[in-house]
């Protein structure tokens, strides 16, 4: 619905024209968003008869102010072959040296010309073992046992390439079981559905416990990290998947909710720790438990070692209400975050949902700002007061940009200040300024970076995490069996995490199948990596 109205001068902006005006804009609004919610149903209604629903009409955006990136500037893409020699980092596995078959006479040995070729080879190879039994004089048998490395827990009768290799395809190429199976029998691979679905899922509990360690860690070692959540179906129901993650891990868990109870089930990992301390204590007085409730909870232990004793605890305490059963059992979870450990000062960067405000909450801009680019003018006033707000908003980030950069201490107020006039305004369109006031409610979490700089000013960094799973559930649906969930989120983890330390899945998976102990654990890196942050930190500090 578009409303166009005549220039109204000045002089005959009354008080009464002026309510009637904004009346008239929130009516406007009004009838949009009944239009939205119509054509919704429109929609489903259409998808319920199996008729297409009306395919999205973006507005333009053309004339829309850019959003600042907050990377440095890409190169421009270069065109042919890279300069420069491609294979002095090669590592060469056999030299052949190569002469003419006839040669005139005369001819005078020069010397070779190099010239190298890469190969991969992929073939099957089968072994049998024919292993020597004897009789022993005490009537017992002795069996030769198998060389080292052989009958991989994983593999029964598949050898440690071969699983790593439909570990990798699995979950880093993202070929599906049915395609995997079709191409294992091209290699000429005897295996069935069944034995392929058994390496993919069964006998994986070092790799979950070295995603549990990882998540540890990260959280104790880290400053801040970013989080976001998605849809995954399991078992033919919708649910969610949750990442957690910064410039060193990520870490991804499935579950049927996406409240803040599970996002906090979600920072303790596979184990539960109930602790009622200090923050427990501050936490429900900030949801307001009522008081009767705390005094008789800190009546008694103050830690609980698993999700059986905290129920009974709170069946003990005859405390039954769904909503302080909630409340207790949040503000407990979180305390025995902190009693493992992890900081009272930990940020949680995220897009502003409510499950993810604990602890201290920074807020994405790129969120924050988002619903304005979503607005559809009513007029050309109304676009130019979009584009105005829009182009100061992203002006401010700037300046928050440079902030980060080059922390300045006499800044901070006037940043603060800039915010204040930017959300203070009244443009008189109410979808302009409920952003702006959704904006000054939120202006701690905004403003996080002037007194913690090290917390980026978006969350695109988790987004892009956990666009990947989104990919891999685009490709493979939902999965059917908690242990194919579990393996999933495991994997993804932890390729996600090698991918982030500069180490290759592929190495990862041929040590961690092979048991080497090679490769170092994914938590140590991540320990040594921050605490070597950290150290650069404290000495870039002038004394």
């Known amino acids: 619905m578009k409303l166009e109205l005549p220039p ?58 850019t959003p600042p990136n907050d990377t440095a500037p890409a190169k421009p893409r270069q065109r042919g072959k890279p300069s420069g020699p491609r294979n002095v980092e090669l590592a060469i596995d056999r030299e052949v040296p190569l002469h003419p078959a006839t040669l005139p006479e005369g001819a005078i040995f020069k010397g070779f010309e190099p010239y190298v070729v890469q190969e991969l080879l992929i073939h099957s190879d089968t072994t049998r ?38 570990l990798d395809q699995y979950h880093h190429a993202q070929v599906t079981e049915p395609l995997l199976l079709e191409q294992l029998h091209e290699y000429g691979i005897v295996i069935s559905a069944g034995q392929l679905h058994h390496i993919l899922t069964e006998n994986k509990e070092r790799f979950h416990q070295e995603k549990a360690e ?8 880290s400053s801040y990290v970013g989080t ?33 109870l599970n996002f906090l089930q979600v920072l303790q990992g596979p184990t539960r720790d109930y602790a009622i301390n200090e923050t427990t204590l501050a936490y429900w007085e900030r949801q307001k438990l009522p008081q009767a409730l705390r005094v008789l909870l800190t009546q008694g232990p103050p830690t609980f070692g698993s999700e059986a004793a905290w129920t009974a605890r709170l069946a003990e305490l005859a405390i039954t209400e769904e909503r ?93 200040e800039r915010f204040d006039a930017l959300v203070g305004q009244r443009t008189g369109y109410p979808s302009i300024d409920g952003v702006l006031r959704e904006m000054r409610e939120h202006k701690a979490d905004l403003l996080r970076v002037l007194v913690r700089p090290e917390v980026p000013l978006h969350n695109n960094a988790t987004e892009s995490d956990i666009r990947e799973y989104v990919k891999r559930r685009k490709v493979s649906g939902g999965t059917r069996s ?48 921050a605490r070597e942050a950290t150290a650069k930190k404290v000495v870039a500090v002038p004394a």
């Open 324 to 416: 302080h059963v909630r409340i207790v059992t949040e503000g407990a979870l979180l305390g025995g975050l902190i009693a493992r450990g992890v900081s009272e000062e930990l940020v949680i960067l995220s897009d502003g949902a409510p499950q993810f405000v604990v602890l201290v909450h920074a807020a994405c801009w790129v969120h924050a700002e988002r619903p304005l680019a979503k607005l559809v003018p009513h007029n050309e006033e109304h676009r130019a007061a979009i584009a105005k707000i829009r182009q100061s908003i992203w002006e401010l980030y700037q300046e928050l940009k440079a902030y980060r950069e080059h922390p300045q201490e006499a800044r901070r107020p006037v940043l603060e």
């Open 129 to 166: 073992y024919l292993r020597a039994r004897y009789k022993l004089p005490n009537g017992e048998s002795l069996l030769a046992p198998l060389p080292a490395g052989i009958l991989p827990i994983e593999g029964g009768h598949f050898g440690v390439h071969l699983v790593a290799y439909i």
């Open 482 to 529: 908690d242990a194919g969930r579990r393996c999933r989120d495991t994997f993804a983890s932890l390729k996600k995490t090698c991918r982030k330390l500069g180490m290759g899945f592929w190495d990862y998976l041929q040590d961690r199948v092979r048991g080497l102990g090679q490769v170092p654990q994914l938590a140590e890196l991540i320990r040594q990596r």
């Open 214 to 221: 990882v998540l540890a860690v990260a959280l104790a070692e």
């Open 228 to 260: 976001d959540d998605t849809g995954a179906r399991h078992q033919g129901q919708n649910g969610y998947c949750t990442v957690i993650g910064n410039d060193l891990f990520a870490v991804f868990e499935s579950s049927a909710s996406k409240s803040r």
């Open 8 to 65: 109204i001068p000045d002089a005959e902006r009354t008080p009464l024209v002026e309510t009637l005006l904004d009346l008239l804009r929130q009516v406007v609004d009004r009838v949009q968003q009944l239009e939205e919610t119509s054509q919704q149903l429109r929609d489903e209604i259409a998808r319920l008869k199996g008729q297409k629903p009306r395919p999205p009409l973006q507005p333009s955006i053309l004339q829309l102010p």
